[in-house]
């Protein structure tokens, strides 16, 4: 597919992440207005709220709502509908005044309210990496690993939009002479992509592969902030808890699985065959290029469609007890990482857990400082255009005691 032309101009931009081709849905406001959902194009964003008033799109007045979650559960066919009119009203040549607000005005917000958040563990390469410095290489993977997503279950009241800095935890941590309760010493990113649910499942209803990726609305960047010393004294035999309930930073721009069909890909190389209820019928990745800066540097830059399971896989397992799913459930992918040291997506994995240190502006460096800024960027290449993300960062803050 080629670029789709629009009316604002600054979409026809090749190097631009917002074009016609891809309408990210968020939520914004104005000068201390009532935030309501809009759609980012170019370097504008349709108000949908003011659409909807006018009478030139219907969502059933869902886009006035201070989230996306009333858009979401009106179903498929509402957001294809959605999307094909927002396309029209959008392209070159269309005409009517639009009530477009300049994206350097707008203050972005949460797009969605979270209902819960899980977080999986789909990345071989991270997978590995990491087991084996906790268990060493013959048992970096647990013999099930293969064979279905690994995931936990996460806060979601801790999630917060790009922007929001973050608090380095305290925490207890092993010391010499027993536990300590200190600042955390060991505090890290993850590189992930955040599948949104868009619809509801029953209790005791189980998912195929094709029926959860039908739930999925889109995706967004998310970093799942890592206090390392604190998990590896916590993890087992339960797995991380606090080490992973300081904060989860996710973009402010939900990038529709419409958009990204044109990049649909196969994943990594399976190692044995999965059991029925996991296989897919077609390939559930993407193209997509993905990475992470540190106050400013690009550190790692990887593939989205190196990761072992998709995100409909991850939501058929995780409905596969019968677990109810609610729209605005937020499934994080795990961190994203390649074979090489520099495709990897966190700086447990970059310094080998602190015994390599990084470059960062001069300075060598193994886990993130007080101040720090951390970002997270994505974009599949197109025919003449890109889809893009926008920013998702956060800066880190010190400590309370």
């Not at 759609?39 to 219907?58: K, N, T």
């Not at 410095?133 to 993977?141: K, V």
């Amino acid at each position: 597919m080629a670029l789709l032309r629009s009316r604002v101009e600054s979409a026809n931009d090749a190097d631009g992440p917002f074009p016609l081709n891809n309408l990210p849905y968020g939520v914004f406001s104005v000068a201390g207005d009532a935030p309501r959902c809009g759609v980012a194009i170019g370097d504008m964003v349709l108000d949908l709220a003011a659409c909807e008033a006018r009478g030139l799109i219907d969502a059933g007045g869902t886009f006035g709502e201070p989230q996306l979650n009333g858009f979401m559960a009106l179903g498929r066919a509402r957001w294809d509908v959605v999307r094909a009119r927002l396309t029209a009203l959008l392209a070159e040549g269309a005409e009517g005044e639009l009530p477009l607000v300049a994206m350097a005005e707008a203050r972005l917000h949460l797009p969605i309210r979270v209902a819960e958040f899980t977080d999986f563990y789909a990345s071989k390469n991270h997978a590995f990496n990491v087991g084996a410095l906790f268990r060493g290489t013959e048992h970096a993977l647990p013999p099930q690993w293969t064979h279905m997503p690994i995931g936990y279950n996460g806060r979601a009241s801790s999630v917060v939009v790009s922007g929001t800095p973050i608090r380095r935890p305290m925490g207890q941590v092993r010391g010499e002479a027993g536990p300590e309760w200190v600042p955390c010493r060991r505090l890290d990113l993850e590189l992930e992509l955040g599948a949104v649910v868009g619809a509801d499942s029953r209790m005791g209803e189980r998912l195929g592969v094709e029926a959860a990726e039908a739930m999925i609305f889109g995706y967004v960047l998310l970093n799942d902030w890592s206090a390392r010393d604190v998990q590896a004294w916590e993890y087992q035999p339960l797995g991380p808890f606090q080490s992973k309930a300081l904060g989860t930073t996710i973009g402010a721009w939900v990038v529709t699985q419409a958009a990204l069909e044109p990049f649909r890909c196969a994943g990594a190389e399976r190692v044995n065959p999965l059991l029925p209820y996991l296989q897919e019928a077609r390939p559930g990745l993407y193209d997509l290029e993905i990475g992470w800066t540190l106050n400013g540097q690009v550190m790692g830059r990887t593939n989205y469609n190196l990761m072992y399971y998709s995100s409909a896989q991850q939501l058929a397992h995780h409905s596969s007890s019968g677990c109810p799913m609610r729209v605005g459930d937020l499934l994080g992918s795990g961190t994203i990482s390649g074979p090489a040291r520099e495709q990897t997506g966190a700086l447990l994995e970059m310094t080998a857990g602190g015994k390599l240190p990084v470059m960062v502006k001069g300075t060598p460096r193994t886990f993130l400082e007080d101040g720090d800024e951390v970002g997270l960027f994505a974009q599949a290449q197109g025919e003449g255009y890109r889809i893009g993300f926008g920013p998702c960062t956060g800066r880190i803050l010190p400590a309370r005691a």
